[in-house]
């Protein structure tokens, strides 16, 4: 969200304002902003030919990053193999719809050749690992099929978990034409089996610090998994506790996807990075 003063000399529609004002903003992003009326005046939604005044005090409820413009991907790590990039939450990892930033599209200004090998989440942020060569790319993905990559992530979870420490198996279903999963304790017809453990690092009377390893790597599997279990993720209004996500005021998903730990067998092209971690720390926020 962002408050701006409207500096112009006559007025104008409001398309043509955000247009002006804001060079950088990605067409695709402008439409769905007239769209969902995601500018307001005195409380007012407005829509794309809405007159503009000078000096209107205009309330914007779209991403500063779209307003601003593309910020160079921050890098974790870099070789003649492989880029690891600590990705920010409120942006895809590849290109999900035409005309839309998303991470790969920034890696690539820097290094035409990357590719993601895996992907995180739209709201979630951390590591995401990109590869430079072609025999890296078949080594990675089949590294993260295979699940010889072990995945850590940190979140901020709702109420206190019973057990400290534990490792549990579930199955879920995935409904793609909705966007969500379901979780289920049995083996319900077109669910596939997960598996997710996790420790508790911290905790106090509202809310408790994950640490989670990712064991499968199914769609939506932490948070829907944690919900299922009772500790949903603050800020997930999808799979948690839209209440309380909005008493706290708690508007971004606190998930993050912090190390990565790499086994490969020695001889291969990535043979010298067996046994090494890469890691970022989470940015959380429980107050937007």
Same mark, same amino acid.
């Given at each position: 969200?962002?408050?701006? #003063?409207? *500096? ?10 955000? =247009? ?51 910020? $160079? $991907?921050?890098?974790?790590? #870099? ?9 920010? $939450? ?20 820097? %290094? ?16 995401? #690992? ?6 890296? =790319?078949?080594?990675?993905?089949? @590294?993260? =099929? ?6 850590? %992530? ?15 198996? @579930? %199955? ?35 809310? *408790? ?14 948070? @829907? ?11 997930? &209004? =999808? %799979?948690? &506790? ?23 067998? $020695? ?11 890469? *890691?970022? *720390? ?7």
């Amino acid at each position: 969200m962002r408050r701006i #003063v409207a *500096s112009i000399d006559r007025p104008m529609p409001l398309q043509n304002f955000l =247009r002006r004002t804001y060079p950088a903003l990605p067409p695709a992003i402008l439409r769905k902003a007239m769209d969902n009326r995601d500018v307001r005046r005195a409380g007012k939604r407005l829509g794309p030919a809405e007159l503009i005044y000078p000096d209107d005090e205009l309330t914007l409820y779209i991403d500063d990053r779209y307003l601003e413009g593309e910020t $160079p $991907p921050e890098i974790v790590f #870099v070789d003649k193999n492989l880029v690891i990039v600590n990705k920010k $939450p409120g942006i895809t990892t590849v290109e999900e719809r035409k005309g839309v930033p998303c991470l790969q599209d920034a890696v690539q200004k820097l %290094y035409p050749e990357a590719r993601a090998c895996h992907r995180l989440d739209f709201n979630t942020g951390g590591i995401v #690992v990109f590869a430079r060569t072609n025999a890296a =790319r078949e080594q990675l993905e089949a @590294a993260f =099929r295979d699940r010889t990559v072990r995945k850590f %992530y940190r979140c901020l979870v709702w109420g206190q978990p019973k057990e400290g420490i534990g490792r549990f198996r @579930a %199955y879920l279903k995935k409904d793609a034409q909705n966007a969500r999963v379901t979780i289920y304790d049995w083996a319900a017809p077109g669910a596939l089996p997960i598996e997710t453990a996790y420790a508790m690092l911290d905790s106090c009377m509202e809310y *408790s610090l994950l640490e989670v390893e990712l064991i499968t790597g199914r769609t939506h599997q932490i948070r @829907a998994h944690l919900a299922h279990l009772g500790y949903p993720i603050c800020g997930d &209004d =999808r %799979y948690g &506790d839209r209440d309380r996500n909005k008493q706290w005021k708690v508007t971004r998903q606190q998930l993050w996807a912090t190390r990565v730990e790499f086994s490969f067998r $020695p001889g291969t092209c990535l043979g010298y990075l067996d046994n090494r971690k890469f *890691s970022v *720390s989470p940015e959380f926020t429980l107050n937007g």
